[in-house]
């Protein structure tokens, strides 16, 4: 579907069907607290990152996710992660997970995998988004002040289911999925 208005670059690749998007707080770290409907994961203690991993994995389809940054002192990554992803580091140590920063930067496979730096995220004020095709396994993202996607990045190295992922490595973080409309 092709939205009215909108240049062929903010175009998202689909309009998705409503899909309940929720963290999962039996998949989290520990010092990471859940609520809101599970709809808003925080860092309430510890030290070093800290993880959770969304509720049941994205099997197949295009979805589209956006996050609400509520307080942001420190780094996080937002992104997907197959179960071996480790919650416990920033997203796209490996090819188990890829993470969105809010700098502009998405890590996969150990190195920086987008540069554009066209979606820098700060406290209370941007919404990042990101789209995940199951079918292709490609990833991209947004900030949707900025309306630009960055390019799709081929994750076919994840093996395995894909769930909804965020990290971070500071205590007092917090981001919330933006329910579909």
Same mark, same amino acid.
């Given at each position: 579907?092709?939205?009215?208005?909108?240049?062929?670059?903010?175009?998202?690749?689909?309009?998705?069907?409503?899909?309940?998007?929720?963290?999962?707080?039996?998949?989290?770290?520990?010092?990471?607290?859940?609520?809101?409907?599970?709809?808003?994961?925080?860092?309430?203690?510890?030290?070093?990152?800290?993880?959770?991993?969304?509720?049941?994995?994205?099997?197949?389809?295009?979805?589209?996710?956006?996050? %609400?940054?509520?307080?942001?002192?420190?780094?996080?990554?937002?992104? *997907?992660?197959?179960? $071996? /992803?480790?919650? &416990? +580091?920033? =997203?796209?140590? %490996?090819?188990?997970?890829?993470?969105?920063?809010?700098?502009?930067? *998405?890590?996969?496979? $150990? /190195?920086?995998? &987008? +540069?554009? =730096?066209?979606?820098?995220?700060?406290?209370?004020?941007?919404?990042?988004?990101?789209?995940?095709?199951?079918? $292709?396994?490609?990833?991209?993202?947004?900030?949707?002040?900025?309306?630009?996607?960055?390019?799709?990045?081929?994750?076919?190295?994840?093996?395995?289911?894909?769930?909804?992922?965020?990290?971070?490595?500071?205590?007092?973080?917090?981001?919330?999925?933006?329910?579909?409309?």
């Amino acid at each position: 579907m092709i939205l009215p208005g909108v240049v062929a670059s903010q175009q998202p690749l689909l309009i998705p069907s409503v899909v309940s998007f929720e963290w999962n707080p039996a998949d989290a770290s520990a010092g990471v607290t859940v609520s809101g409907g599970d709809l808003t994961a925080t860092t309430v203690s510890g030290t070093g990152y800290r993880g959770v991993r969304g509720i049941g994995p994205f099997t197949s389809g295009i979805h589209h996710v956006v996050m %609400n940054v509520g307080t942001r002192a420190s780094n996080f990554s937002f992104g *997907v992660a197959n179960i $071996s /992803g480790f919650l &416990d +580091n920033f =997203g796209g140590v %490996n090819n188990d997970s890829v993470g969105y920063y809010q700098n502009g930067q *998405v890590f996969y496979a $150990s /190195g920086v995998a &987008d +540069n554009t =730096g066209i979606y820098t995220v700060a406290s209370g004020n941007n919404s990042p988004e990101m789209e995940f095709d199951a079918g $292709s396994k490609t990833v991209r993202f947004r900030n949707s002040s900025s309306g630009s996607y960055g390019i799709s990045i081929n994750i076919a190295a994840m093996i395995g289911a894909i769930y909804l992922f965020w990290s971070t490595d500071t205590t007092g973080n917090d981001i919330t999925i933006v329910p579909p409309p």
